[in-house]
Nanobody
Framework: QVQLVESGGGLVQPGGSLRLSCAAS????????MNWYRQTPGNQRELVAR???????DYADSVKGRFTISRDTANNTVYLQMNSLKSEDTAVYYC???????????????WGQGTQVTVSS
C-alpha cells in the first residue's frame, strides 16, 4: 500500500509565501513523476507543477515565475514553494505521484488527501 501525506497549507496574505510538502511511503519500487494539482469548488482539478524522475519540471502558465517544484528522491518527497501568492491561488492542493509498487507491477496513480491554501487579507 502506498500513501501520500501532504503538509504545509494554511492562510497567508497576498504577496506571501507557503511551502507544501508531500511524502510518499509504503510499497515503492520507483516513483516516476510527482505533481501538484489544485482544485476550487465547481472546477476541475488542474495541474500546477510537475517534476519527472530525471528532474524535468513544468508549470502552469498562471504560476510560472512564482512557484517552484522540487524533489528529494532519497526521501520520496516533493515540495512546492509558492511565492508572491495571489487570491486566485486559493484552492485545495493535491499531491499526485505515478508509482510502480514493485518490479512486477505496472505504474499506478496515487493521490494525497489535499491541503487547503487560502490567500486572503
Amino acid at each position: 500500500q502506498v500513501q501520500l501525506v501532504e503538509s504545509g497549507g494554511g492562510l497567508v496574505q497576498p504577496g506571501g509565501s507557503l511551502r507544501l510538502s508531500c511524502a510518499a511511503s509504503g510499497s515503492i519500487f520507483v516513483i516516476n513523476a510527482m505533481n501538484w494539482y489544485r482544485q476550487t469548488p465547481g472546477n476541475q482539478r488542474e495541474l500546477v507543477a510537475r517534476i519527472t524522475n530525471g528532474g524535468y519540471t513544468d508549470y502552469a502558465d498562471s504560476v510560472k515565475g512564482r512557484f517552484t517544484i522540487s524533489r528529494d528522491t532519497a526521501n520520496n518527497t516533493v515540495y512546492l514553494q509558492m511565492n508572491s501568492l495571489k487570491s486566485e491561488d486559493t484552492a485545495v492542493y493535491y499531491c499526485h505521484a505515478a508509482i510502480r509498487p514493485s518490479p512486477l507491477r505496472f505504474e499506478y496513480d496515487y493521490w494525497g488527501q489535499g491541503t487547503q491554501v487560502t490567500v486572503s487579507s
